[in-house]
């Protein structure tokens, strides 16, 4: 028997909720919750045996842990997540039914379908290829099947969203420009089309190799294809991630974007330049010329970082205009200094923007320079840096916005207030951690995907410094240190969701989770008078960082051939 369609009114937002949507959110949310869980563990286990002094798993286990550890949270635990932001972008902040809610639940179970099979997969062995799945190595079939589906379900899931976008203006549920929030979900969905176009286009023919219906998948035009899908499905995070910085700020402080219009344009060049980032994962193939790396490592490169550094600009910017509207206007940091640092929303939020931008940001752009690349490819500095993207950055952000779907979507309280303001502080320092002593450590020449980083019983020795040995023993403490936090989100959410106390109307006027009644999330509109030294000072030391790391590494690059 189908669900009628009904709405209720938010009491914190005044926003309709679309019955619908509001069960697509929870049941997408959830499950995004239990795969972070699970491919937590396994990038635990990782940690363990990459720290010299423990050397957890043997060799065989540690690349079948790996392999579940980059599937469960860099495709099934962000994806899941991602569309349940897509309906809260769509159904809910523009006041509207969600379109086709059938098809909706259909690309939900293909998604946990195929998220369940390329899982089992890879833990009956024989699929431990790794997060890349680099053709001639060979997977079972149904991984790539598991793969696959879970790709059809999350780009139906995108088509729902789009349909639910022309849903809203055909029954006129908001007025004027969609909010910039929701102009975010919509980059981050165009990204996803051509995203997960590639996965489909490059894993079809792999899955029918892995069945033997055709002799083989050239390795080289996999590679362009696949990061097509591998590294823009993290052009579809940043767009998320960066909307959600923008949700959270309106939200908790009312904050206004400085300029809607040039914060949009920053998220149309995300649209036409971001996801040609993935060229820096070939930028030693001998089969690419010079002439389309330096184009996608110079001039396209640098409009996406141009989009990047607005939001970075605009954000904290935001926020520094809201909290001298409210009187914070002493000094140039009173307004940071006095921001809701125990509100977990916002404290993860601002970690987030700050990790991504100072650990993800610059050491994407250093990565993305085609001759500093070859000291750093294929070394720990890889997983280094987007741990910083995607962990510091997405996940962070993702777990802060949980702090306000909880109350306002699952309509309940949290539960353990206290470990929930520091959460985002155990989380984000333990990531942060991560990231520097990998990108130490493979500064210093780490192998990325060995086993071992002794090479013992190698027939070529392989020597590196005393010093990323250390790095690497840091990495595992900081990666215990991130599993902590980790494990006291997932205690939070599922504690919170079962057991939390119902937000009823009242109980929700008692505790207020949002600012205004979040009327800024929700509408189009600018800060009126901006002026934000505070804004403009981080910024000054943000391009400091960048200049110099940027120039240290031209340094390590020229040590690499010395001249006598």
């Known amino acids: ?69 980059g599937a469960d949270v860099l495709l099934f635990w962000i994806l899941f997540f991602e569309v ?39 833990l009956q062995g024989e699929s431990s290829v790794m997060f890349t799945s680099y053709v001639p190595m060979r997977a079972e079939s149904h991984f790539y099947l598991g793969l696959i589906l879970f790709a059809v379900g999350a780009l139906i899931a995108v088509f729902v969203f789009f349909a639910t976008l022309v849903v809203a203006k055909a029954e006129k549920t908001y007025e004027g420009s969609v909010p910039l929030v929701t102009f975010g979900a ?32 050239d390795p080289l035009l996999y590679k362009i294809i696949w990061w097509g899908m591998g590294h823009s499905s993290q052009q579809v995070n940043v767009a998320a991630h960066v909307a959600v910085w923008y949700c959270i700020a309106a939200m908790v402080l009312g904050a206004k974007p400085l300029s809607e219009k040039v914060s949009r344009s920053a998220f149309l060049l995300y649209i036409l330049f971001l996801q040609l980032a993935s060229a820096h994962h070939l930028l030693v193939e001998p089969g690419m010329s010079s002439s389309w790396k330096i184009f996608n490592t110079s001039y396209a490169m640098y409009l996406a970082v141009l989009g990047s550094m607005i939001h970075g600009l605009s954000v904290p910017g935001a926020i520094e205009a809201a909290q001298r509207r409210r009187g914070l206007t002493h000094g140039i940091f009173e307004w940071l200094r006095k921001a809701p640092w125990g509100n977990p929303a916002f404290s993860g939020m601002f970690l987030s923007l700050i990790m991504f931008g100072f650990l993800g940001g610059i050491s994407g752009v250093v990565m993305g320079v085609e001759q500093i690349n070859i000291i750093i490819h294929n070394t720990i500095y890889v997983p280094g840096h987007f741990h910083a993207t995607v962990v510091a950055g997405t996940t962070l ?19 353990l207030p206290r470990l929930a303001k520091w959460q985002p502080y155990l989380f984000g320092i333990g990531v942060g951690g991560i990231s520097l002593f990998m990108m130490g450590a493979g500064t210093l020449g780490v192998a990325r995907r060995h086993w071992d980083i002794n090479f013992t019983d190698a027939a070529l020795s392989v020597e590196v ?51 205004d009644g979040g009327a800024a999330v929700a509408h189009y509109g600018s800060e009126e008078e901006v002026k934000v030294p505070g804004t403009i000072v981080l910024v000054a030391i943000f391009f400091t960082v960048f200049v110099l790391y940027y120039f240290v590494n031209w340094k390590f690059l020229s040590e690499v051939w010395p001249l006598s």
């Open 465 to 515: 410094p005393g010093t990323a040995f250390l790095m690497m023993g840091l990495n595992g403490v900081f990666a215990i240190l991130a599993a902590l936090g980790g494990l006291a989100y997932v205690v939070i959410v599922v504690g919170s969701v079962l057991f939390g106390q119902r937000r009823d109307e009242a109980v929700a006027k008692a505790n207020p989770v949002v600012f």
């Open 397 to 415: 952000a993702f777990m802060a916005i949980t702090y306000l779907v909880i109350p306002l979507i699952f309509r309940r309280q949290l539960i």
């Open 1 to 69: 028997m189908a669900i009628a369609a009904t709405f209720r009114t938010c009491p914190d937002t005044g926003l309709k909720v679309h019955n619908h949507a509001e069960m697509l959110i929870k049941a997408n949310a959830v499950v995004a919750v239990v795969f972070l869980a699970l491919g937590g563990f396994f990038g635990l286990l990782v940690a363990l045996t990459r720290w010299p002094a423990v050397h957890l798993l043997d060799a065989e286990m540690f690349y079948l842990v790996l392999t579940a550890h």
């Open 186 to 217: 919509v980059t981050a969905a165009i990204i996803a089309v051509f995203t997960i176009a590639s996965g489909a286009i490059i894993l079809v023919p792999t899955w029918l190799w892995s069945m033997d219906f055709i002799s083989n998948v």
């Open 84 to 122: 349940a932001l897509l309906y809260f972008a769509s159904a809910v902040l523009l006041n509207c039914r969600l379109a086709a809610p059938k098809i909706a639940w259909m690309a939900f179970v293909l998604m946990v379908i195929g998220a369940i099979l390329a899982n089992v997969a890879v």
